[in-house]
């Protein structure tokens, strides 16, 4: 069985450039979580989607944005880059959507360096 | 949801030592609190969990304990071995949200 895959695996951008982000969750998983894990600062709750729609966010700016698709995919778009956004961002899916029903299985990230 | 300390940052133990990592949170909503595992390079994977109706769990080598009335939580690990070389992350959630401490960087030596 596939896991959690993401694309690109390293991204390279410039400040006030936007970012796209993509991730397949594990076939039959609904929900989707994104995570930005910044050096030293531990995983940091970004966004969660199920069934299409947004649930949850955590405390980042609203240029910080998503959207999932019908076949549960995730895209994370981050607009107006700034440097500080230089992060590796995890994506998560479970099999029942909401935290503490079960393992959330990660992807191996998205490098994203903004120059 | 709030905050989750982790402690220490840093861990070196010898092979064959206990290490022992703690965590304290501050939301009551939380109910669930899985510890993973990141080895350098590598996604993090699910090691163990406790949901807030038990106190402690073990599985071989790993066990979690949990004090609800504190809001602390640790990770026990016994008869290290280099291969538990990671940063390891713990994490307190309630349903709409899981929030992760800082990591603790395990070493074990040889």
């Known amino acids: 069985e596939a896991g959690v895959t993401q694309s690109p695996t390293h991204l390279i951008k410039t400040r006030g450039q936007q970012a796209t982000l993509r991730c397949s969750p594990i076939?039959?998983?609904?929900?989707v979580y994104w995570y930005q894990q910044a050096l030293g600062l531990g995983l940091q709750f970004l966004l969660w989607?199920?069934?299409?729609?947004?649930?949850n966010r955590g405390n980042f700016p609203p240029r910080f944005s998503g959207r999932q698709f019908p076949n549960y995919s995730s895209e994370l778009n981050v607009n107006a880059l700034e440097l500080e956004d230089s992060a590796l961002y995890l994506c998560?899916?479970?099999?029942?959507?909401?935290f503490g029903t079960g393992e959330l299985f990660f992807g191996e990230g998205s490098r994203l360096t903004v120059l | 949801g709030e905050n989750v300390e982790q402690h220490p940052s840093t861990l070196s133990v010898q092979e064959g030592d206990s290490a022992v990592i703690k965590c304290t949170y501050s939301?009551?909503?939380?109910?669930?609190f899985p510890w993973y595992k990141q080895e350098l390079g590598k996604r993090p994977q699910l090691i163990i969990d406790?949901?807030?109706?038990?106190g402690e769990k073990k599985d071989q080598r790993i066990a979690v304990t949990l004090n609800k009335t504190a809001k602390h939580f640790s990770l026990h690990i016994t008869e290290t071995q280099p291969e538990d070389s990671a940063v390891y992350f713990c994490?307190?959630?309630?349903?709409?949200?899981?929030?992760f401490g800082a990591g603790t960087r395990l070493t074990v030596k040889p």
């Open positions: 998560a899916s479970s099999a029942r959507g909401g």
């Open positions: 076939s039959g998983h609904t929900s």
């Open positions: 989607y199920d069934e299409g729609e947004e649930r």
């Open positions: 939301d009551s909503a939380s109910n669930y």
């Open positions: 406790i949901r807030s109706n038990v």
């Open positions: 994490a307190a959630s309630s349903f709409y949200d899981m929030r």
